[in-house]
């Protein structure tokens, strides 16, 4: 198999702050549901795989991607950068596209536009910065999430799937963007981490619900 640009997309159901976040339901879809929806509704996306672990409390979370009819991947559960090495080893893609699934309200044009912005620069990772908390994706090239498998060794970096990319500019070529001002809110929050931003996040969307213009226009 081999996807030109695929969105892994990484969840667990063991959260410490939130156990279970990632199949919480709001106005009747799951979070993990919700964050599919973003990433497929951008024309960069070629592909989406949900990338969990082998534990048996994540078997929920391969069901529910079978039900959405999405791929998945179980791997290492703190080795966060093996199992998207590994993942990559099996879907082939060129451009990795990074999310996690506690974020239900992805920026939609955010991707293509660090898709193009890798591509035209040659670069081998690109995110916009100010973006609301939680809106953000990455892009990052197949070789250069090989070349961190090889080179990361520290637990944070092993942990964090790109942090030893932005710590390390010399070896790879990094830009971070500035989004459109009309998103560019690093005040505002839309991920779901704790309690309290679940119960945000149902306010929000709830405020929306049934009207003629979603909340999805608005990212």
């Given at each position: 198999?081999?996807?030109g640009v695929t969105a892994f997309l990484q969840g667990?159901?063991?959260?410490?702050?939130?156990?279970?976040?990632?199949?919480?339901?709001?106005?009747?879809?799951?979070?993990?549901?919700?964050?599919?929806?973003?990433?497929?509704?951008?024309?960069?996306?070629?592909?989406?795989?949900?990338?969990?672990?082998?534990?048996?409390?994540?078997?929920?979370?391969?069901?529910?991607?079978?039900?959405?009819?999405?791929?998945?991947?179980?791997?290492?559960?703190?080795?966060?950068?093996?199992r998207f090495h590994e993942a990559a080893e099996i879907?082939?893609?060129?451009?990795?596209?990074?999310?996690?699934?506690?974020?239900?309200?992805?920026?939609?044009?955010?991707?293509?536009?660090?898709?193009?912005?890798?591509?035209?620069?040659?670069?081998?990772?690109?995110?916009?910065?100010?973006?609301?908390?939680?809106?953000?994706?990455?892009?990052?090239?197949?070789?250069?999430?090989?070349?961190?498998?090889?080179?990361?060794?520290?637990?944070?970096?092993?942990?964090?799937?790109?942090?030893?990319?932005?710590?390390?500019?010399?070896?790879?070529?990094?830009?971070?963007?500035?989004?459109?001002?009309?998103?560019?809110?690093?005040?505002?929050?839309?991920?779901?981490?704790?309690?309290?931003?679940?119960?945000?996040?149902?306010?929000?969307?709830?405020?929306?619900?049934?009207?003629d213009t979603p909340l999805e226009n608005y990212f």
């Amino acid at each position: 198999m081999n996807n030109g640009v695929t969105a892994f997309l990484q969840g667990r159901m063991g959260s410490r702050r939130l156990p279970g976040k990632t199949l919480m339901k709001i106005q009747g879809r799951s979070i993990l549901e919700r964050a599919i929806c973003r990433l497929r509704a951008s024309p960069a996306v070629d592909a989406v795989v949900v990338l969990t672990t082998r534990r048996k409390e994540d078997d929920a979370i391969a069901a529910e991607s079978e039900r959405l009819g999405v791929s998945y991947y179980r791997g290492p559960e703190d080795d966060v950068l093996a199992r998207f090495h590994e993942a990559a080893e099996i879907f082939r893609p060129e451009i990795i596209i990074r999310a996690t699934a506690d974020n239900p309200l992805i920026e939609i044009g955010s991707i293509e536009r660090i898709v193009t912005a890798l591509r035209s620069f040659d670069l081998d990772y690109c995110m916009e910065k100010d973006l609301p908390y939680g809106a953000a994706t990455e892009a990052v090239t197949a070789s250069a999430l090989a070349k961190t498998q090889a080179a990361a060794r520290e637990q944070q970096h092993r942990e964090h799937v790109t942090l030893y990319i932005k710590e390390h500019p010399g070896e790879f070529r990094v830009l971070l963007l500035d989004p459109p001002c009309a998103v560019r809110r690093p005040d505002f929050r839309v991920t779901v981490d704790t309690p309290e931003d679940f119960t945000a996040m149902e306010r929000l969307l709830g405020r929306f619900s049934g009207t003629d213009t979603p909340l999805e226009n608005y990212f």
